[in-house]
């Protein structure tokens, strides 16, 4: 074995430089000292931590950069990567550069002649978490074939060169020198196993959850994970080492993103609602209006105005609302700025919004390059979980943290997080008080304002900034609740007029059923849901959309809960399961939505009908049903919808755990949102497309219920090493403009 690899090369014999043990390690240290100087100050600050921990946090990062894959010097490492193993490695290499150095081991005499214990425990921590598997998937489990010995191939030449870098690096004493490897074996007593556990137990008692060094270790850890992905991904995209600096020292000036406010608003002037969210310079502002106020012009404002120099970063509730957003306000604009999501790629080329970029692979190499290319950014629009996926160790909040730790943020639509994912903002805000927050909603159940009050006391020892929506505009009387059990005559009224109609179902079967029905009556039904694959999703999203700003036309839709947020649409008539005050209140901003004070118009009706059963609970129904009784059925304006709503049902919203905060010693990635049963799947028509890598999966998958067990799908076939199942034809019904549904059994 002439060289030890650090990557995967077709010549490994004749490598290039950054796929070498040697050669990755010094392109790690290279970007973690650039982000150090870019970002290291405001790193702790963003964290709420003293700026004077700088040289402490410098070191830290710079020796857990340096350590980081001295664990591929492994025989069970160096033969995958040569393809020469076909089972897996016994020890993960950063558990093994953990083992190497930590205190009492090989390396660590060395290492503490000039780091304290404390602080080179720290670094292996950061080390042992690069890859979020640490220690839970260190070992491959017994029945994979991987043995129960491993030998570290230290006396190579590659891994002497490397450890006299690291010193010459960091100013280190000489490093020893080995001259027989080393091996790691367990035994019927003893297992590496349990050291690694009695390592965590000692390492935890220093340093409990509580601790300031527990918030630094944090923070160490997604810029050494940050570090990783440049040295990785940078020379594979051709970009040099620079490109970190380039990008971290990019202005972003507020003119760019008022520019943005000026074309949407063409020409108006701001209403005194955008100004007064434009003057807060409070650390945590909640802006609460109805549907149509211009909260997102607001947004801007607030940012160019109140934090000038920093990148804007647009949270949204779910992928279409991010894309919406996008397309709304920047693209076409003067401004450097980017869509993040897991389909995004879908997007661009669905709504034409590539403008030259070049087409990007899917998973964690997508990931690399779209957080590499949000460092720089003016303005983002994302998904709330990639913001809030830092909290939970989720790949794309740890990339992004050197742009979201000098980055202001809005997190929008704030009503429809789940409780886990409410947890994780709360979270959010009380571990990074030095990222200024804009939170936006409709509504806001009492307890979760509460909740928000109370974490903005005591972390800023400030009351919570609040501004409400516009007083005219919200005043104004735009809804009529119609209290009769069969619609349909007023669906017919509606359409003869060429009206639009929007009925919100509240599952996918009623939703179909609906359309079949509206059908049976003459009407032309779109139906739109969410068991569509994601293009096809795409594009039904863009009809009704596209017909309901058709003029003189009338228009019948048949939704589900997608219409709640990401349909920029003015219905006549609304139709409406029974469901939560917040859904309602949502599904109602689509109701008349034109109307304004300058030009009103007149109140449009709408039905509300039974319901009962999943996905909503009892107590969120009744809670509803006596909110319609309060309502009554005189016009209503928004402010009337909230004022009748005193939520009794709705508990105290919990602070969530964070893997990323709260780990430790431990790293692995969480969910940040509640999980229903659900399985994705593939079509088999378009499983052979996918194989070959005709068309991305990421288009074609189909979200879908879990089907009956009798349909056995746990033995489905997968297209290669995709995680979804391809479910026999005769057992799915699908159509691009109906959608999917289970055929009976």
Request: aromatic letters at 6%; charged letters at 25%; one cysteine or more.
């Amino acid at each position: 074995m002439k060289r030890l690899l650090a990557k995967s090369t077709a010549t490994p014999d004749r490598p290039e430089g950054e796929a070498t043990l040697l050669g990755h390690t010094a392109l790690v240290l290279s970007a973690a000292r650039r982000l150090l100087e870019h970002r290291g100050r405001a790193s702790l600050l963003a964290a709420g931590l003293d700026p004077a921990l700088e040289p402490r946090l410098r070191r830290i990062v710079l020796l857990a950069a340096a350590l980081h894959d001295l664990g591929k010097c492994s025989e069970h490492f160096q033969s995958m990567l040569r393809r020469k193993r076909d089972a897996p490695q016994w020890v993960r290499h950063e558990a093994l550069s953990l083992w190497l150095c930590w205190p009492g081991q090989p390396l660590s005499a060395w290492l503490l002649r000039d780091v304290s214990e404390l602080d080179l425990g720290l670094a292996l921590v950061c080390v042992a978490a690069h890859h979020r598997k640490f220690q839970a998937d260190a070992f491959a489990p017994e029945d994979a074939g991987a043995g129960l010995t491993v030998e570290l191939l230290v006396q190579h030449e590659d891994f002497t060169r490397t450890l006299a870098r690291i010193a010459e690096e960091l100013s280190l004493s000489a490093p020893p020198v080995f001259t027989a490897p080393l091996l790691l074996r367990a035994t019927r007593t003893a297992h590496p196993r349990d050291q690694l556990q009695a390592w965590q137990e000692d390492f935890e008692r220093t340093i409990p959850a509580s601790a300031m060094d527990a918030r630094l270790l944090a923070v160490c850890k997604a810029l050494v994970l940050a570090a990783d992905v440049a040295g990785s991904a940078l020379p594979r995209s051709g970009e040099r080492q620079d490109w970190v600096d380039r990008q971290l020292t990019a202005p972003h000036p507020g003119e760019a993103l008022l520019a943005v406010v000026e074309r949407r608003l063409a020409g108006r002037m701001p209403r005194p609602f955008q100004e007064a969210v434009a003057r807060c310079a409070a650390p945590l502002t909640l802006v609460r209006a109805g549907c149509g106020s211009g909260k997102t012009a607001a947004a801007y404002l607030w940012a160019a105005r109140q934090h000038p120099g920093r990148p804007l970063w647009l949270t949204y509730p779910t992928m279409g609302t991010a894309t919406e957003g996008f397309r709304d306000y920047l693209h076409g604009a003067d401004v450097d700025a980017r869509l993040q999501h897991s389909r995004a790629e879908v997007d661009f080329d669905i709504f034409g919004l590539r403008d030259g970029a070049a087409r990007e692979l899917g998973s964690r190499e997508q990931d690399r390059l779209d957080a590499l290319r949000s460092w720089g950014v003016d303005a983002m629009s994302c998904t709330a979980d990639t913001v809030l996926g830092l909290v939970q160790s989720q790949r794309q909040g740890l990339y992004a943290w050197p742009a979201l730790c000098a980055a202001c943020v809005v997190f929008d639509e704030v009503h429809a997080y789940d409780d886990r994912l409410f947890g994780c903002l709360l979270r959010f805000l009380e571990a990074l008080p030095g990222i200024p927050a804009l939170l936006m909603t409709a509504s806001l159940p009492a307890a979760r304002l509460g909740a928000l009050r109370e974490v903005c006391e005591r972390v800023h020892g400030q009351r919570l900034a609040e501004v409400d929506g516009p007083e005219d505009l919200e005043a104004l009387p735009r809804y009529q609740r119609l209290d009769v059990a069969e619609p349909w005559a007023l669906v017919a009224r509606c359409l003869e007029g060429n009206g639009k109609v929007l009925w919100v179902s509240n599952t996918v079967e009623r939703c179909m059923r609906t359309a079949e029905v509206a059908t049976s009556h003459g009407a032309h039904a779109l139906l739109y849901h969410s068991r569509f694959r994601y293009a096809d999703r795409v594009h039904r999203h863009g009809d009704v959309i596209e017909t309901f700003a058709t003029p003189d036309r009338a228009v019948f839709a048949s939704t589900t809960q997608v219409a709640e947020m990401s349909l920029d649409l003015s219905a006549d008539l609304l139709v409406t399961d029974l469901a939560p005050i917040a859904a309602l209140i949502q599904r109602l901003g689509r109701l008349n939505r034109r109307s304004t004070p300058e030009r009103p118009g007149p109140v449009r009706p709408f039905v509300v009908l039974p319901f009962d059963g999943p996905p909503y609970g009892a107590p969120d129904l009744r809670e509803a049903r006596a909110w319609l009784e309060r309502l009554g059925t005189d016009p209503l304006s928004q402010q009337d919808l909230v004022d009748a709503w005193s939520p009794s049902t709705v508990a105290s919203p919990r602070r969530a755990s964070s893997t990323w905060l709260d780990g430790r010693f431990d790293t692995w990635p969480a969910p940040c949102r509640d999980g229903s049963p659900s399985l994705t799947v593939l079509l088999e028509k378009d499983a052979e497309d996918v194989r070959t890598g005709a068309v991305s999966a990421h288009k074609v998958t189909l979200p879908m219920n879990l089907p009956p067990d009798s349909f056995r799908w746990r033995a489905w076939p997968r297209a290669g090493r995709l995680p979804y199942p391809i479910p026999p034809a005769h057992l799915l019904e699908y159509d691009e403009l109906r959608g999917a549904r289970w055929r009976k059994p």
